[in-house]
């Protein structure tokens, strides 16, 4: 017989959602194991991203539904303010504002009175000054602009740390090693190192991504309704001192890195069958027109093309894609966790901690009166 391991909680999927999770429960002293297909951790769309650390700013004006963009919105900025405590290191110019534009005059006042509701920090400057800071920024037609909080991170930094933490508090890390399910309460994993270990867990959280599908329709028949979306970026040579985005729909976006910038297109999300990081060209010379509207750019300068695949858990009849968090539990002690984005991972962590508290509870912490009931709030 192999070897058996008794845990509280098995944590399948070692991207922002898992590490984070990972951090925040081992703190706690549940007993956690930290599983990861590849051999890398983060190796999805927690690094393939625009390492775009969102303060609310663009996702209070970019969902339709406002009452959702405002949830939205907070949830980033409560991700934001965490992660800059917890990690500063991670933010990259973290003494330089960004700037958001508008095009689009008829949204404007609609634009504000979202930031104002959602707690989005702005202040408006003139066009001129947006080209003072950055000269090749194309004026025309812009109508106005508006100093943010919005960042660059390098999400690698804060990814060690958490692993470090994890560690530290215990967590068990397994990479490069696939599960397999006896029951819902056991499963069977081969690590890389030949190392055969039997499961036996009170909770099995995926918070895998792209692979959470293939792990549930293979092992237990079941179809989970998750769509999987493409989006693509262009890396180039550093286009200016600040980073600088439209808030309109299909206009380029920017963020620094060091020596330089990342370039997307606000609402390039195509829905695709399977996952892949491969990029589309159409898709490629959408976001080179929307990066040549923005910036002053030679159109002989190199430049990276790259492509990564997010998913949503919305219902299929939704043509949008959700940036809602998502946790849904196909058994009681089976939960899928999709944070909507990277900045959104500290609030659905802390929600999935304090249900996951609640049902393994701590000997040593007296009971409140609606424990003693029998109930756990969401």
């Known amino acids: 017989m192999g070897k058996i391991i008794r845990t509280n909680v098995t944590i399948i999927g070692a991207g922002v959602a898992g590490l984070m999770l990972a951090k925040k429960l081992s703190a706690l002293g549940i007993h956690v194991i930290l599983i990861e297909a590849g051999d890398k951790l983060a190796n999805g769309a927690s690094t393939r991203n625009e390492g775009w650390l969102h303060r609310g700013t ?23 303010e965490w992660v800059k405590q917890y990690c500063p290191e991670a933010i990259e ?28 920090s702005h202040k408006q400057i003139s066009i001129d000054g947006l080209i003072r800071i950055a000269p090749n920024v194309i004026p025309d037609p812009i109508y106005a602009v508006f100093e943010v909080k919005d960042t660059a991170m390098n999400p690698r930094l804060l990814y060690k740390r958490l692993l470090i933490e994890c560690k530290a508090s215990g967590t068990q890390i397994y990479p490069c090693t696939q599960i397999t399910f006896k029951n819902e309460n056991t499963a069977y994993i081969n690590t890389r190192n030949g190392e055969s ?45 600040v980073g600088v985005f439209y808030l309109d729909p299909y206009e380029g976006a920017m963020m620094n890195h060091d020596n330089y910038s990342i370039i997307g297109v606000n609402e390039d999300v195509i829905p695709c069958s399977e996952p892949s990081f491969t990029p589309t060209p159409d898709k490629i010379a959408e976001t080179l027109s929307a990066l040549n509207r923005l910036f002053r750019f030679d159109p002989n300068t190199g430049y990276t093309a790259l492509a990564c695949t997010k998913v ?6 939704d043509l949008a894609r959700s940036l809602d968090i998502s ?15 990277m900045t959104e991972a500290p609030h659905v962590a802390d ?5 996951l508290y609640g049902y393994i509870g701590d000997d040593h912490i007296a009971l409140r009166p609606m424990d003693m009931l029998g109930s756990m709030g969401d």
């Open 58 to 80: 663009y996702h209070a004006t970019s969902i339709a539904n406002r009452p959702t963009a405002i949830r939205v919105a907070r949830r980033c900025i409560y991700g934001h």
């Open 93 to 120: 110019d973290a003494l330089t504002p960004s700037y958001a534009l508008i095009r689009d005059a008829n949204r404007a006042e609609e634009i504000v009175s979202r930031w104002d509701e959602a707690g989005v």
């Open 197 to 241: 270990i039997q499961l036996q867990s009170d909770f099995y959280i995926y918070t895998a991504g792209y692979g959470i599908r293939d792990i549930f329709t293979t092992q237990f028949g079941i179809d989970i309704p998750m769509r999987y979306w493409k989006s693509h970026m262009l890396i180039v040579d550093r286009l200016a001192k």
């Open 312 to 317: 949503d858990m919305a219902e299929k009849s």
């Open 327 to 341: 946790i849904t539990k196909p058994f009681d002690n089976h939960w899928c966790v999709i944070p909507g984005k």
């Open 351 to 355: 929600i999935v901690t304090r249900q």
